[in-house]
């Protein structure tokens, strides 16, 4: 059983900063790629923010140079510090994981944590 639990989120002001933070828990072998996706009211979940294990990251164009997302490998956690954030960036913040569990890489699956708002006011 694999559980991914993450927190951070909240009501701040425009131009103001936010880090979520997403933890894996469970009977894991390795975590592999990790990534951010947010979902506005009426409107399709999209990515954020994808970092692999190795630390390559890629960025959605609109939060480049704003977002940075970082993870730490031994404590199978990502996170996602959000700086200069503007009343667009008004979502419900989703991790994802791709775990292989168990005891070796032939099975790995995609989770997801439990989301969480951020509201940004102007």
């Known amino acids: 059983q694999v559980q991914l639990v993450s927190s951070g989120g909240g009501l701040v002001q425009a131009g103001g900063s936010l880090r979520p933070t997403c933890a894996a828990s469970g009977t894991i072998f390795s975590t592999n790629a990790m990534a951010w996706y947010r979902q506005a009211p009426g409107k399709q979940r999209d990515l954020v923010a994808a970092i692999t294990r190795g630390g390559s990251t890629n960025y959605a164009d609109s939060v480049k140079g704003r977002f940075t997302i970082s993870r730490d490998n031994a404590k199978n956690t990502v996170y996602l510090q959000m700086n200069s954030l503007e009343p667009e960036d008004t979502a419900v913040y989703y991790c994802?994981?791709?775990?292989?569990?168990?005891?070796?890489?032939?099975?790995?699956?995609?989770?997801w944590g439990q989301g969480n708002q951020v509201t940004v006011s102007s």
């Open positions: 994802n994981a791709d775990i292989a569990v168990g005891t070796s890489y032939q099975r790995q699956y995609r989770y």
